[in-house]
Every structure is written in structure tokens, then in C-alpha cells.
């Protein structure tokens, strides 16, 4: 039987590569607190990093993805790396044996819960469960679907069985581990721990100020010492001139801000700006559910070719970013040589013409007596996605489509037109793809279906090495260049302004979604 043995030798290495990406050069073992007490400085004064965040309603990696704080709260069987590569942590090694599709973890048995209890293989066991339960609906279901079983036949040991390979598995098991013993029996959709969640991360919550601020502590027990950072405050700023604003005031330490209001930090005494690469792409997503795309799937191609990618990237990003075509674009797995859809207004003038389209009297678009008329919706609060969908729509109303922008409180993904989407995963690249272009899967708010995507996709996950995987990649790309679940608009890079007594984050890390993963190495934060 062939076995692929991941050795806790290789784990050690791995956990000194973690350290050398955190910029540490303490000799000592990551677990000695002897080297992560000294939280206070000489005066004894406490170290609070106060973060600009977005809000929360909810706090819970097993049920909803998005989030900055879940690393904080949490920890997973692995860890992502400065260079976002797979390492251990609350699994310490591991072994794949091909013959039964099976992964076996071994779990560290040093950790403890924020509550003082200790860390077990059933609380893995529950997690994933919860995941895959369908009644929870949770928002990463669709990344564990190839797990056929679970077992767990000691405290420090985990099998996890699948149908097939998927090696970005390692990526999704990541996720932060729930404590079974608070949560078995309940409705975790419904419970109170999602306003009080308990994990085994660096930081416990310790309050929480609804619609204001998140209060989270140091936890002396984290498994790799206790962070040097005392409290780290999430203070609820969704505006982000906002932030800006408040940290010129000195009531923010940390945020993240639009590359206009980062401007002026530049050169500013007290203050770091830090372009972060991203794999965080932007693009109006078609609601193919409606019955106005339904009936013209043609369009998203056609309409693809009115937008002046570059000029949102030059005007609203002021260059830091780059224009779209892809979801992989940003990583090994990018086919250059599709169909990038550059701005050519007078091709999607035409092509309209060719599948029927009439120009009205009214200047706008019809076919069978319906004018090409849609919104692009927005969330609240993202000026960068505002500003991008107004300039998508007046480059749409330059070609005779009648295209507005809505902001709404809530976003309504069944009884929308459109909507200005952002995913994109720094990590394997099944991630926010398979979940997000994939018939009937979970993040797939388009109800997007094409048969020949969810068939690479799906061929895709079950290879193992980037030279097996690369051509269905590259086809998957293909494919969906020529029939567009969105407009590919911009990929845009992370801007983070903040006070130049901060040490410890690693500048070259590529983040996710949102800019998510700056805090991946929090605890070896100091001010």
C-alpha cells in the first residue's frame, strides 16, 4: 500500500519556516510564554490594537466564511504560512494513504479552549458534521462534499475518508474547530455562541458592544504562547473615509481604506501605508434566476466588451490593482490566452445588433418589445464597488443600455438584476471556484450552470499535482470565457494604513477576499 507520509520531522520544519515568515528571530520554541508574556512594556501599560472593522451579526467559521476576526477566535487543524502555503497546527503531521482515500491527523495535545477545556478529536468530528449537515446551510458546505466519513478512534487522532482526492482539502480543513462540548445537541444556526463564540485561537472574545466594537483578549493558553498584543478591539467602522478619518484622529491604530483615502497617509509622520497584493477580484455578477437574464443569457459576453476595465483600475483604484478576465488570474493556475473581453464599445454595439437587438427612439436597446434596461446592486458602505458599478453603468448607457446603480441594505440575491460581486482565494484553486461557478453550490449566487464547468471542476479537485490539474484549469477558464458567469471588472490591491508602532505583519503575504489574512500571524504582533 502505497502511503505519502508527512512526518512530524516535516512538521517541525514547517513550523520553523511559519516562525521564519513571522519575521521571529526568538531562539526559543514557539510554545516557551516565557518569550510571549512580556505583553506589557516596562511602565506596565497595556498594548491595545484598535482595528477599523466591518460589522458582525454573527461569528462562526463552521457556518459563515466571511469574516477577519474567525482567525483571531479560531484555529484549524492547518494554518496557512506568510507565503500561503499548508502548515500544521492543531494537526502537528499528518499521512495520506491512496488506497483507502484517507487522511489520518494526528492532533497536538496541548490545547485548550478559551473555557479551559481541552481540545479533542471529537471537536473536529463535530465541526466538519455541522459543515456537511444541510440543515445549517452553511456557506462552505460545497468545499467538503468529497468526504465520505469521519473516525476518530482516539482523543489526538482523525480519519478523514474521501470519494476521491481533493488536496485542497489541506486549504479547507483551515477552518476554525468548534468546541463540541457547548454546542452538541443545539441549533448551531440559531444559538447564542454565535454573539459569544469560544475557539482555541490566540484571542478570547471578552465583550461585545453590538454595532460598535468587538473586544477580544489575549488568551494566555494559545498552544504557541500568548500574543504580545494584550486586547485587539474591532471597532465597527463601515465607512471608509470614516476610518480615515479616525486614524488620523488616533482612534483607530489599524484599517483597511480605498487607495483614495490612503493617499493622504503617504509620507505622513506616525503612519505606514501598505499595498498588499490580493487575489480579490471585482465583476457584475448576472442573476441568471431573473427572468430578464434567464431569457438573454447572451448578454453578459456581449456587455462585457462596454467596459473600460482600465479606467476603473486608473480612476478608483489609482493603479493599484489590475484589469480582470479570469477568477484564477492572480496565480499558478492563469490561462493567459482567453478571450479577455478588453474595452471595445463598438463590438458590444454590434454583437447586440447581431442577436437582435434594435436601437430605440429613445436610445436604449429593445428586442420583442423589451428595453435592455437592469440595475447593478450594491451593499452599503463599499465605496470602491459603488464607484466602480456607476462607471460600468455609464459605459453601458454610452452603448444604448439603460443601466442603473442601486445601494441596498440587504442583498436580495433571488429578485435581483445584477449585483457588483468580489471573491477570490490566495490558496488552491478549487477554492471560490468550484463553491462559486459550480451548479447548485453553495456561494453560487448566480445560479450559474454549465455542464462542461461542473465537469472540470469536478476533475479538477480529484488530481494532485499542478501538472495533472493546470490543463483542466486552463480549460475550466476557457470554458467560462465564452460563456460569462460575470463581468470580470478589476482584481484591486489591499490598502492598510497604520500607526508605525506596529510590528510583526508580513507585507508580502497575497490576501483573500476582502484583504482577509493580515492577521494570520496576529499573535506575533507588537506595538
Known amino acids: 500500500?502505497?502511503?505519502?507520509?508527512?512526518?512530524?520531522?516535516?512538521?517541525?520544519?514547517?513550523?520553523?519556516?511559519?516562525?521564519?515568515?513571522?519575521?521571529?528571530?526568538?531562539?526559543?520554541?514557539?510554545?516557551?510564554?516565557?518569550?510571549?508574556?512580556?505583553?506589557?512594556?516596562?511602565?506596565?501599560?497595556?498594548?491595545?490594537?484598535?482595528?477599523?472593522?466591518?460589522?458582525?451579526?454573527?461569528?462562526?467559521?463552521?457556518?459563515?466564511?466571511?469574516?477577519?476576526?474567525?482567525?483571531?477566535?479560531?484555529?484549524?487543524?492547518?494554518?496557512?504560512?506568510?507565503?500561503?502555503?499548508?502548515?500544521?497546527?492543531l494537526a502537528e503531521s499528518w499521512e495520506w494513504d491512496e488506497a483507502s482515500k484517507t487522511y489520518t491527523f494526528h492532533l497536538r495535545k496541548d490545547v485548550k479552549f478559551h473555557d479551559g477545556e481541552t481540545f479533542t478529536s471529537a471537536d473536529v468530528k463535530f465541526t466538519l458534521d455541522t459543515i456537511m449537515n444541510p440543515d445549517n446551510a452553511s456557506e462552505i458546505a460545497s468545499n467538503y462534499e468529497d468526504i465520505t466519513g469521519i473516525e476518530t478512534p482516539d482523543d489526538s487522532t482523525v480519519k478523514i475518508t474521501l470519494k476521491a482526492p481533493n488536496v485542497a482539502m489541506l486549504d479547507y480543513l483551515t477552518i476554525g474547530i468548534l468546541p463540541k462540548h457547548l454546542l452538541e445537541g443545539k441549533d448551531i444556526v440559531t444559538d447564542d455562541f454565535n454573539r459569544n463564540p469560544v475557539?482555541?485561537?490566540p484571542y478570547k472574545l471578552v465583550s461585545w458592544d453590538e454595532g460598535q466594537s468587538i473586544t477580544l483578549e489575549k488568551f494566555d493558553d494559545f498552544y504557541l504562547g500568548a500574543p504580545k498584543i494584550d486586547k485587539v478591539v474591532f471597532k465597527i467602522v463601515e465607512d471608509t473615509q470614516a476610518r480615515a478619518l479616525q486614524l488620523k484622529s488616533g482612534e483607530l491604530d489599524l484599517a483597511q481604506v480605498t487607495p483614495k483615502d490612503a493617499?493622504?497617509?503617504?509620507?505622513?509622520?506616525?503612519?505606514?501605508?501598505?499595498?498588499?497584493?490580493?487575489?480579490?477580484?471585482?465583476?457584475?455578477?448576472?442573476?441568471?434566476?431573473?427572468?430578464?437574464?434567464?431569457?438573454?443569457?447572451?448578454?453578459?459576453?456581449?456587455?462585457?466588451?462596454?467596459?473600460?476595465?482600465?479606467?476603473?483600475?486608473?480612476?478608483?483604484?489609482?493603479?493599484?490593482g489590475e484589469a480582470a478576465y479570469s477568477p484564477l488570474q492572480m496565480g499558478a493556475y492563469n490561462n493567459p490566452?482567453?478571450?479577455?473581453?478588453?474595452?471595445?464599445?463598438?463590438?458590444?454595439?454590434?454583437?447586440?445588433?447581431?442577436?437582435?437587438?434594435?436601437?430605440?427612439d429613445d436610445g436604449y436597446y429593445e428586442k420583442d418589445g423589451e428595453q435592455l434596461a437592469f440595475t447593478i446592486s450594491n451593499g452599503q458602505a463599499d465605496q470602491v464597488r459603488i464607484d466602480m458599478s456607476n462607471i460600468c453603468a455609464q459605459n453601458l448607457q454610452d452603448i444604448g443600455v439603460n443601466c442603473k446603480v442601486e445601494v441596498t441594505a440587504e442583498t436580495d440575491w433571488a429578485n435581483q438584476d445584477a449585483y457588483l460581486i468580489g471573491w477570490g482565494s490566495p490558496f488552491d484553486p478549487d477554492d471560490h471556484t468550484y463553491k462559486v461557478f459550480g451548479t447548485d453550490k453553495g456561494a453560487n449566487y448566480s445560479s450559474y450552470s454549465n455542464a462542461k464547468v461542473d465537469e472540470l471542476l469536478q476533475q479538477a479537485r480529484e488530481l494532485e499535482t499542478q501538472e495533472e490539474r493546470l490543463p483542466l484549469y486552463k480549460e475550466f477558464q476557457a470554458e467560462l470565457s465564452k460563456d460569462l458567469p460575470y463581468t470580470f471588472i478589476a482584481y484591486i490591491d489591499a490598502m492598510y494604513v497604520s500607526k508605525d508602532n506596529i510590528t510583526g505583519l508580513t507585507k508580502d503575504t497575497v490576501l483573500g477576499h476582502h484583504g482577509v489574512g493580515i492577521f494570520w500571524n496576529i499573535y506575533d504582533w507588537d506595538m
Open 263 to 320: 493617499k493622504q497617509f503617504e509620507g505622513e509622520d506616525g503612519f505606514v501605508v501598505d499595498v498588499m497584493k490580493t487575489a480579490d477580484y471585482r465583476g457584475i455578477l448576472y442573476n441568471f434566476g431573473s427572468e430578464f437574464f434567464g431569457r438573454h443569457r447572451e448578454l453578459p459576453n456581449i456587455l462585457s466588451y462596454a467596459i473600460d476595465r482600465q479606467s476603473i483600475v486608473d480612476s478608483v483604484l489609482l493603479g493599484h
Open 1 to 89: 500500500m502505497k502511503k505519502k507520509i508527512l512526518t512530524l520531522l516535516l512538521a517541525a520544519s514547517m513550523a520553523a519556516s511559519l516562525l521564519a515568515g513571522c519575521g521571529s528571530k526568538d531562539d526559543k520554541a514557539k510554545g516557551d510564554t516565557d518569550t510571549k508574556t512580556e505583553a506589557a512594556d516596562k511602565s506596565g501599560e497595556e498594548k491595545t490594537l484598535v482595528y477599523g472593522s466591518g460589522d458582525y451579526t454573527n461569528i462562526n467559521p463552521a457556518l459563515y466564511e466571511h469574516g477577519e476576526i474567525n482567525s483571531l477566535i479560531f484555529a484549524g487543524m492547518t494554518a496557512h504560512d506568510a507565503e500561503d502555503k499548508v502548515v500544521p497546527a
Open 337 to 360: 490566452d482567453i478571450e479577455k473581453y478588453e474595452f471595445d464599445p463598438e463590438k458590444a454595439k454590434q454583437l447586440l445588433e447581431e442577436n437582435g437587438w434594435k436601437m430605440g
Open 199 to 201: 475557539g482555541c485561537g
